[in-house]
């Protein structure tokens, strides 16, 4: 069955360093989102994507973040200055269809930023 | 908030037994996904129930959803260990794309 893979499975970086989470969504999918889960807290939604551009964003994505689809393959999260408080688990998902349908998530990339 | 609440918060049962979790969420919906996490690992989709349906089963699992009460149920029936996790649900509001995540029901099935 077909599956979002997630690379790195975690990554350790200092404050201020740029980073860059890299997924793989479901071949025949169109759109792309990245959720984060602080521990011990909820998911909550980041960004969403599709035609190569961002269809919808919270207030978490500020201009620390953006998200790009280099090739027909890759989705990435980068985040460009990291913060004590980016640490978290980043979750990238996809879905067939725009709002109706399943959102499948990858396994996550816990960061951790010392 | 569009965000749901889960209640209750942890669940401890024995295997065999049957675990309900429900959810509660406050605007109205396109549809309401029920996904399952183990301890700090990935979510795992495990149904998607509409807003025009009611009932829906899948194995072991039966979600249950009442728009005019803005809830939703989730039933796994003859739980086994492996059951234990944390279940979450995820509202998928009308007009927008991404989902709201409830705070979760840490689910423990002794064996």
């Known amino acids: 069955e077909p599956e979002v893979t997630q690379t790195p499975s975690h990554q350790v970086t200092q404050m201020g360093q740029e980073v860059i989470l890299r997924c793989v969504p479901i071949?025949?999918?169109?759109?792309f989102y990245w959720y984060r889960q602080i521990l011990g807290q909820k998911v909550e939604f980041l960004v969403s994507f599709y035609n190569n551009e961002i269809s919808e964003k919270s207030e978490i994505f500020d201009d620390q973040f953006s998200v790009e689809r280099p090739d027909g393959s890759n989705f990435t999260l980068k985040i460009r200055s990291t913060k004590l408080e980016d640490s978290a688990m980043y979750f990238c998902?996809?879905?067939?269809?725009?709002?109706?349908?399943?959102?499948?998530f990858g396994p996550g990339t816990r960061l951790l930023v010392l | 908030s569009q965000q749901g609440e889960e209640d209750p918060q942890a669940l401890s049962i024995q295997e065999g037994e049957n675990a309900t979790m429900n959810c509660s969420y406050k605007?109205?919906?396109?549809?309401l996904q029920w996904y399952r996490q183990n301890s700090g690992r990935g979510l795992v989709h495990l149904i998607l129930i509409r807003s025009n349906e009611r009932e829906k089963h899948s194995g072991r699992l039966r979600v249950t959803l009442d728009t005019s009460k803005k809830s939703s149920s989730l039933l796994i029936t003859a739980s086994r260990a492996a059951d234990t996790a944390s279940y979450f649900c995820?509202?998928?509001?009308?007009?927008?794309?991404?989902?709201?995540f409830g705070t979760g029901t840490r689910l423990t099935v002794i064996p």
């Open positions: 071949s025949n999918h169109l759109y």
């Open positions: 605007t109205s919906i396109n549809n």
């Open positions: 995820a509202t998928l509001p009308t007009g927008a794309n991404n989902l709201f």
């Open positions: 998902a996809s879905s067939e269809a725009w709002r109706k349908e399943t959102q499948y």
